[in-house]
């Protein structure tokens, strides 16, 4: 989080993880799709040809002044590839709060797994961990058929019982609540920690 | 100095005053009439932008500090593939038209100057590390601390932020 009194100005950092093609981007899409032109700034995506995230999207929005204050978000996607893994750790820099994009279908079980012990170690690094850090989790892709159950992927990866919420992002479904609980889930930890 | 707060889960809160925004703000004007470079940036390595001179305008900064960052922490991936065991300090970006050069500023923070091809590197180098150290000199300076509005996000600021961001994601 950046305070700078002068300009009124609260930064926050908000970052999307999760596996390859969960649809990470596609959330950030979706938003970018959807806001008043005046309180968001360019969707900025550095991908391969062939369409994967290969360093981070990343996207400023506003809300307008809240108590002459101007909060503002910046969110960033990692990329999801295994061997991108140096990136997702640098992108974690100041980070105030994480969106885990999981992928329902079941095959993807064992990469959401694998990310999110990729994403716990990656915060060890900065005396982060999960079980106090604040993030939500987004169980995307619900639309697919034989998508595996939400009480089963509850089991398998909220462990911390953070909030979560289904979501089919390429329709936006669930896009804009998972974002909100992230920016709660921030100002409420800041709020029990002064 | 620049308030860093860690929080109880190890998240870094940076709050910046407003006499101290005023300084870094004035060092950074002094650097582009020296330069006469046509932007310079300063930001801190998470790619938040912090301040800004010279014609920006047309040119998204937001943006740039977020890439300007990862910049940074792309090639200090390298130096340790390569085995240089500190960071590199500063990047230098070569153009037909323009240039960017940038440096870091301590640790935490970083400036990016973008010039025409016309001025020479030499200059920049050399304006650029007074900024430098005039910009180290404003981050450690405990004299302009004053406590900002430590209570700002209360929870009377929740749920209007709460307010706001349904209005806004309607």
Same mark, same amino acid.
Do not use: C
């Given at each position: 989080?950046?305070?700078?009194?002068?300009?009124?100005?609260?930064?926050?950092?908000?970052?999307?993880?999760?596996?390859?093609?969960?649809?990470?981007?596609?959330?950030?899409?979706?938003?970018?799709?959807?806001?008043?032109? !005046?309180?968001?700034?360019?969707?900025? !995506?550095?991908?391969?040809?062939?369409?994967?995230?290969?360093?981070?999207? #990343?996207?400023?929005?506003?809300?307008?002044?809240?108590?002459?204050?101007?909060?503002?978000?910046?969110?960033?996607?990692?990329?999801?590839?295994?061997?991108?893994?140096?990136?997702?750790?640098?992108?974690?820099?100041?980070?105030?709060?994480?969106? #885990?994009?999981?992928? !329902?279908?079941?095959?993807?079980?064992?990469?959401?797994?694998?990310?999110?012990?990729?994403?716990?170690?990656?915060?060890?690094?900065?005396?982060?961990?999960?079980?106090?850090?604040?993030?939500?989790?987004?169980?995307?892709?619900?639309?697919?058929?034989?998508?595996?159950?939400?009480?089963?992927?509850?089991?398998?990866?909220?462990? #911390?019982?953070?909030?979560?919420?289904?979501?089919?992002?390429?329709?936006?479904?669930?896009? #804009?609540?998972?974002?909100?609980?992230?920016?709660?889930?921030?100002?409420?930890?800041?709020?029990?920690?002064? | 100095?620049?308030?860093?707060?860690?929080?109880?889960?190890?998240?870094?809160?940076?709050?910046?005053?407003?006499?101290?925004?005023?300084?870094?703000?004035?060092?950074?004007?002094?650097?582009?009439?020296?330069?006469?470079?046509?932007?310079?940036? &300063?930001?801190?390595?998470?790619?938040?932008?912090?301040?800004?001179?010279?014609?920006?305008?047309?040119?998204?900064?937001?943006?740039?500090?977020?890439?300007?960052?990862?910049?940074?922490?792309?090639?200090?991936?390298?130096?340790?593939?390569?085995?240089?065991?500190?960071? &590199?300090?500063?990047?230098?970006?070569?153009?037909?038209?323009?240039?960017?050069?940038?440096?870091?500023?301590?640790?935490?923070?970083?400036?990016?100057?973008?010039?025409?091809?016309?001025?020479?590197?030499?200059?920049?180098?050399?304006?650029?590390?007074?900024?430098?150290?005039?910009?180290?000199?404003?981050?450690?300076?405990?004299?302009?601390?004053?406590?900002?509005?430590?209570?700002?996000?209360?929870?009377? &600021?929740?749920?209007?932020?709460?307010?706001?961001?349904?209005?806004?994601?309607?």
């Amino acid at each position: 989080m950046f305070i700078n009194w002068a300009l009124q100005e609260i930064n926050l950092k908000i970052v999307y993880y999760g596996p390859g093609m969960s649809g990470k981007t596609t959330n950030l899409e979706y938003i970018h799709s959807k806001l008043d032109p !005046s309180l968001k700034g360019d969707l900025v !995506s550095l991908k391969t040809k062939e369409d994967r995230t290969i360093f981070f999207d #990343f996207m400023q929005i506003e809300v307008g002044r809240i108590k002459g204050k101007k909060p503002k978000f910046n969110l960033y996607t990692v990329p999801g590839q295994v061997y991108y893994a140096s990136s997702r750790k640098v992108i974690l820099n100041g980070v105030d709060g994480i969106v #885990f994009v999981a992928d !329902s279908q079941p095959h993807r079980m064992e990469a959401n797994i694998e990310t999110l012990l990729d994403l716990e170690n990656n915060l060890k690094q900065d005396n982060h961990t999960l079980e106090s850090f604040p993030w939500v989790i987004q169980y995307n892709k619900r639309d697919l058929p034989g998508a595996e159950s939400v009480e089963a992927l509850q089991k398998r990866l909220n462990f #911390f019982n953070v909030p979560s919420f289904e979501g089919i992002a390429v329709k936006g479904d669930g896009v #804009f609540n998972t974002l909100k609980a992230v920016i709660n889930s921030v100002v409420q930890n800041v709020q029990n920690q002064l | 100095m620049v308030q860093t707060r860690k929080l109880k889960d190890g998240s870094r809160q940076i709050i910046l005053n407003g006499k101290q925004y005023d300084v870094i703000t004035k060092v950074l004007s002094e650097l582009a009439t020296k330069t006469k470079a046509s932007a310079i940036l &300063f930001a801190d390595m998470s790619g938040q932008l912090i301040s800004q001179r010279g014609n920006t305008d047309n040119m998204n900064t937001t943006v740039l500090s977020a890439l300007a960052a990862s910049d940074f922490a792309a090639t200090s991936e390298m130096a340790k593939l390569v085995g240089e065991e500190a960071k &590199f300090k500063l990047l230098f970006h070569e153009g037909e038209k323009r240039n960017v050069y940038l440096s870091n500023v301590g640790d935490n923070f970083f400036l990016v100057v973008v010039f025409d091809v016309s001025v020479t590197l030499g200059l920049i180098r050399i304006y650029t590390k007074k900024a430098i150290e005039d910009l180290i000199t404003v981050l450690e300076d405990t004299s302009s601390d004053e406590g900002g509005d430590d209570n700002v996000i209360d929870s009377d &600021f929740s749920t209007l932020l709460g307010d706001a961001l349904d209005d806004t994601f309607k």
